[in-house]
């Protein structure tokens, strides 16, 4: 029984997410071997050579896989995968796109957003919002499988002797081109790997607000930028700040939630943060349930004095 797990990286690094889905590798069982294509991406797959637990590295170069475009990708995997038990990719936005092609072409069922494995063929998942936890069992031969990262703790990123195999990869399905990408630069840690996260939600009132509140606590305290939906669908933050069922599933050390109810859908994203506090003037807010610490204030107020206490 041996797993594969598909890396994420910008040819030279390996990114954070991988390391939380190679625990959750190990943790089906047997060895774990990591997948690491692109073009001129031989540092990456020397990183992940040194990842801790990992026994073997499969290096594939070549300019179908430059910019990590889901059908070929899909298609490599495909082409390897019948030496694997199971096949696990981090529950991100390409690890979302590239999984469920890897299933239909096995013909297999896909397990999605998993945060425990109970044994090699049984996982448990979230559902309704995180309010429900379902336990999938699965008889597939291969189990494909995305890992909420969230779920797992991160294995060393070093300290491990990995084999590097070169393989010769597919060829380009032209199913799809790559055109071009806008990269947003940021001095802020990125939101999913961040140890601290200082979020605003609608109660903030305007884009203006919440540059003026939020950016300075955050930059007092080395920390990314979140938001909720009601915030990100109001115009005061960006979509890729969003945090949340249907934005990005984060568990910092600390997690400040200012101005935010706590709907459920924002909840399903940030509740396995290790401390919450939570800023809110309405004492019966959701988010208080879910806090480790509360503070019932007016945040205009209250913000700008724990600025200053800082």
């Keep these: 029984m041996t797993s594969l797990v598909i890396a994420e990286h910008d040819n030279t690094s390996i990114r954070p997410a991988t390391l939380n889905t190679v625990t959750a590798a190990a943790q089906c069982g047997g060895d774990v071997h990591v997948l690491v294509a692109g073009k001129g991406a031989q540092a990456a797959a020397q990183a992940a050579a040194r990842i801790a637990g ?3 590295v499969i290096h594939v170069e070549g300019e179908p896989f430059a910019h990590g475009l889901a059908e070929n990708m899909a298609a490599q995997v495909v082409a390897i995968a019948a030496s694997y038990s199971h096949i696990l990719f ?8 590239i999984a469920p092609r890897v299933a239909a072409l096995l013909d297999v069922a896909q397990i999605s957003d998993i945060t425990k494995v109970d044994a090699a063929d049984t996982f448990e998942r979230p559902i309704y919002a995180g309010n429900a936890i379902a336990i999938v069992q699965s008889l597939d031969a291969t189990k494909v499988v ?19 195999e070169t393989l010769a990869g597919v060829a380009d399905s032209g199913k799809s081109t790559f055109l071009g990408s806008e990269i947003a630069k940021s001095d802020r840690p990125e939101l999913t790997a961040a140890k601290i996260i200082v979020s605003g939600g609608r109660a903030l009132g305007s884009k203006e607000k919440f540059d003026e509140v939020i950016t300075p606590l955050a930059d007092k305290l080395g920390a990314a930028i979140g938001a909720s939906r009601a915030a990100v669908d109001a115009g005061y933050a960006p979509n890729d700040l969003q945090v949340g069922q249907t934005g990005k599933i984060v568990a910092p050390q600390l997690y400040v939630a200012v101005g935010i109810s706590g709907a459920i859908q924002h909840l399903a994203g940030m509740k396995d943060s290790k401390v919450i506090v939570a800023i809110n003037k309405d004492a019966e807010a959701p988010i208080f349930s879910v806090a480790d610490y509360g503070l019932e204030a007016d945040l205009f107020v209250a913000v700008p004095e724990l600025i200053k206490a800082l």
């Design 54 to 56: 990992v026994a073997k």
């Design 146 to 164: 995305t890992v909420r990262t969230t779920g797992f703790d991160a294995a060393p990123a070093s300290g491990g002797s990995a084999s590097i």
């Design 90 to 97: 981090p529950a991100t936005a390409s690890g979302k796109n």
